[in-house]
């Protein structure tokens, strides 16, 4: 059987392997390049932010990958030597009422303390692992070239009236199966979807850290977070904009994030930002993805919607979508 995965963002790179080690012959087709949409924009935390706030879905597909995501962490290192920085840096969240969070803590049984951070204190969970979404990139990126799937960037699909997919030279795309994991595009290629996947705009800024600055854990801080790469730059984030695909970077969404990173680490005052740049995600009702076949055109699958947790989300929603093939 032919398989054509439509997007490749991490959801479609994961969900490629998976079918290609079920035997499948696979090809990802890919608007620009492979991970460059949301997923090359993400900061990499592997955890719901607030996880008494989100259905417990969310929390079950991020807690099933995770095992998915350690095996690939050492295939990646062992095939290509790409440390993909997966690890668990745990993260302390410092909001006005904790008493929810920590109840639902008690209720899942994860353990958790109280700690303190330049004065901040909140709860702190430890089992929280984050990655470095570019670094994840250039891994599944070598991985699926690896597995022999095919791969073909710079080729953006289009759904024509007879219900054909086509490429750019209106070519019809051969295939038994057809599974989409365009992201935020998604609705352009099944208008169903429109008002159903939307995009989200969110930005990030990176600072530099000449002074070896040392961050252990993610801290999260009113809709704020703030997070360090084995690098040893700090990532802080992140805006949750509903415009569309409007792509402007503004200063003032990039002071704003200073800002909120200084009050956490005044340190950061003296250092320089190197990077602000934003990506769109796709946004769902709850951050609940969209798994399912489509209802007139049996051979295609929709595997859409991982909102704020696409990277965390990936390998059980990969899963779930494999098992209505
Ligand atoms: C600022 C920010 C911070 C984030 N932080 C986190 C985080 O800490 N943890 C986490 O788990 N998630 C995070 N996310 C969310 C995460 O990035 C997304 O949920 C995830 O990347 C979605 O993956 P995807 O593969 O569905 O989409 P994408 O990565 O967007 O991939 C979809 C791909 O489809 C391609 N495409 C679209 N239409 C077509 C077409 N017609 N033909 C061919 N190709 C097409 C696009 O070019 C794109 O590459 C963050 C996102 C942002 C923006």
Request: glycine share 8%.
């Amino acid at each position: 059987m032919k398989i054509n995965v439509i997007g490749g963002g991490v959801v479609g790179c994961i969900q490629a392997i998976e079918f290609k080690r079920l035997g499948f012959d696979v090809a990802i087709y890919e608007k620009n390049n492979i991970g460059s949409g949301s997923t090359h924009s993400a900061a990499g935390i592997m955890y719901p932010l607030l996880p008494h706030l989100y259905d417990v879905e969310v929390y079950d597909f991020i807690h099933d990958s995770k095992t998915y995501y350690s095996i690939l962490n050492k295939t990646i290192f062992e095939l290509f030597d790409i440390d993909i920085e997966y690890f668990k840096s745990g993260m302390l969240v410092n909001i006005e009422d904790l008493k929810p969070l920590e109840e639902w803590l008690i209720k899942k049984k994860i353990e958790y303390n109280f700690k303190d951070y330049n004065g901040l204190t909140g709860i702190f969970i430890d089992d929280v692992y984050q990655i470095n979404p570019k670094k994840l990139i250039s891994g599944l990126f070598k991985y699926i070239k690896y597995l022999g799937i095919h791969i073909y960037e710079n080729h953006h699909i289009k759904l024509n009236t007879k219900k054909q997919f086509t490429d750019d030279l209106n070519n019809v795309i051969n295939g038994d199966k057809f599974v989409l994991t365009a992201g935020a595009w998604t609705s352009e290629l099944n208008n169903q979807l429109s008002g159903k996947i939307y995009p989200i705009k969110g930005q990030l800024i990176e600072f530099e850290n000449t002074s070896g600055l040392h961050l252990q854990h993610i801290i999260y801080k009113n809709n704020f977070y703030l997070l360090q790469r084995q690098n040893g730059s700090l990532i802080a984030g992140s805006t949750l904009e509903n415009v569309g695909f409007n792509e402007d970077l503004s200063n003032d969404d990039l002071m704003m994030l200073r800002e909120k990173a200084e009050n956490i680490m005044p340190e950061l005052k003296r250092h320089k930002v190197l990077n602000h740049w934003y990506g769109f995600r796709p946004g769902s009702k709850d951050n609940i993805p969209i798994i399912q076949q489509d209802s007139d055109n049996l051979n295609t699958f929709y595997n859409v919607g991982h909102f704020r947790y696409g990277i965390s989300m990936a390998p059980a929603t990969t899963k779930k979508l494999v098992n209505l093939l």
